[in-house]
């Protein structure tokens, strides 16, 4: 059974930075793009960034140059680096390949 688990997500004052982490078991995501989606209450689920088996990564406008995603797949985790967080960044972090998802974890942006 393939298992995503999301960690790493927290309450953070605005201008802080927060790692979030998505470890996949169950399956190899080594020739998968992965994904970081979030939700913010009351909006649909977007996508933020995703980073494909070759390491190409691509961003919302909303996070450029303020998120990295990067993976490692001797450890079949995928993680999002989030620097300079604004409220607005508030929700529901979720990771995603193909049809998996994981249950998410939250993170809040507040002073």
């Known amino acids: 059974q393939v298992q995503l688990m999301e960690s790493g997500g927290g309450l953070v004052q605005p201008g802080g930075s927060l790692r979030l982490s998505c470890a996949v078991s169950g399956s190899s995501i080594k020739f998968s793009t992965m994904k970081w989606h979030r939700q913010a209450p009351g909006k649909e689920r977007e996508l933020v960034a995703s980073i494909t088996s070759g390491g190409i990564t691509t961003y919302a406008d909303s996070v450029k140059d303020r998120f990295t995603i990067s993976r490692d797949n001797t450890k079949n985790t995928v993680y999002l680096q989030m620097n300079s967080l604004k409220p607005e960044d508030t929700a529901v972090y979720y990771c995603?390949?193909?049809?998996?998802w994981g249950q998410g974890t939250q993170v809040t942006v507040s002073s």
């Open positions: 995603n390949y193909g049809w998996r």
